[in-house]
């Protein structure tokens, strides 16, 4: 072997060991390889631009589980099914085909729609599908509504609205996030759907953690950002000073949402530690 091919291959040995140490130390587990990745490549010709998520309730129906986690195995089968729904996303869209979304509910729900199925695309393209880096899930490029965008830029574009919820409420694969839906949002129930999906997502014990024992809310970071919006908008509204995040939180819940704040008035609010935990079904 000459001198050049060897020093070549340990090259090459090297940079696969740093990726995979670098997968080890963040948390990825052994095994996990983590390569650059560029723009997403779909397995589906570029059909006509429509509104039509009829592909995404079928791979929705299918890969989730009674508990809206993931099933690795019927995502791998819905395959082709989901690229021919990001497909149709890539060349329709508010900045793509504007006169096939007319009303801000219509954009809403195609954000929310286009964030659920990327997110399952980003999922199975993943070296490590049980904990992910932030920059192959947010990060990496795709093409929708016409144009080149990333998971974050639709959460810049659903950050920048009024309502807080609007972002906290969208859906994603991690378990920081909003759960996926059952079906495709429509635009007729979106906001009554935001509202429902922050409660179920404050509600939900493996999202939004309480530590009992150290009298702690462990907020996940897409809501913690708003902490001191949510503060400052309580105490504009009933005149106070001094409120906590768990009292300003309280008016925008109901049900056993709101009975589970309430037991936490007076723990201390503290931001929960980012995590790539994916909210799959564990391997059989």
Not at 77 to 87: G, N, P, T
Not at 202 to 220: E, K
Request: aromatic residues 8%; charged residues 25%; hydrophobic residues 45%.
């Amino acid at each position: 072997m000459s001198g050049g091919r060897a020093y070549t291959i340990i090259a090459v040995k090297h940079v696969v060991f740093k990726f995979a140490l670098c997968a080890w130390v963040a948390g990825l587990g052994p095994g996990c390889v983590v390569r650059p990745r560029g723009l997403v490549a779909l397995n589906a010709a570029a059909p006509t631009p429509a509104v039509d998520y009829g592909d995404l309730a079928a791979v929705l129906e299918s890969v989730l589980d009674d508990d809206a986690l993931i099933v690795p195995d019927a995502l791998k089968q819905q395959a082709k099914r989901l690229d021919r729904q990001l497909a149709r996303l890539a060349v329709t869209g508010p900045t793509a085909t504007s006169d096939l979304l007319r009303t801000a509910d219509d954009v809403l729900a195609y954000w929310y729609n286009a964030r659920a199925a990327w997110s399952l695309k980003l999922i199975a393209l993943a070296d490590c599908p049980q904990r992910i880096r932030r920059t192959e899930l947010l990060a990496r490029p795709f093409r929708l509504d016409g144009r080149e965008m990333t998971l974050a830029m639709i959460d810049g574009i659903l950050a920048a609205e009024h309502d807080w919820r609007v972002l906290v409420a969208s859906p994603g694969v991690l378990l920081q996030r909003a759960a996926l839906p059952r079906e495709p949002f429509e635009a007729g129930g979106i906001k009554a759907a935001i509202g429902r999906r922050v409660n179920e997502f404050v509600d939900d014990a493996r999202r939004f953690v309480i530590d009992v024992s150290g009298q702690r809310i462990l907020v996940p970071p897409v809501l913690w950002q708003f902490k001191d919006r949510l503060i400052d908008e309580y105490e504009t509204k009933y005149g106070t000073t001094g409120a906590k995040f768990a009292t300003a939180l309280l008016p925008y819940l109901g049900g056993s949402a709101l009975r589970r704040i309430q037991d936490t008035i007076g723990y201390a609010a503290v931001r929960a530690g980012r995590t790539g935990r994916v909210a799959r079904k564990p391997d059989e």
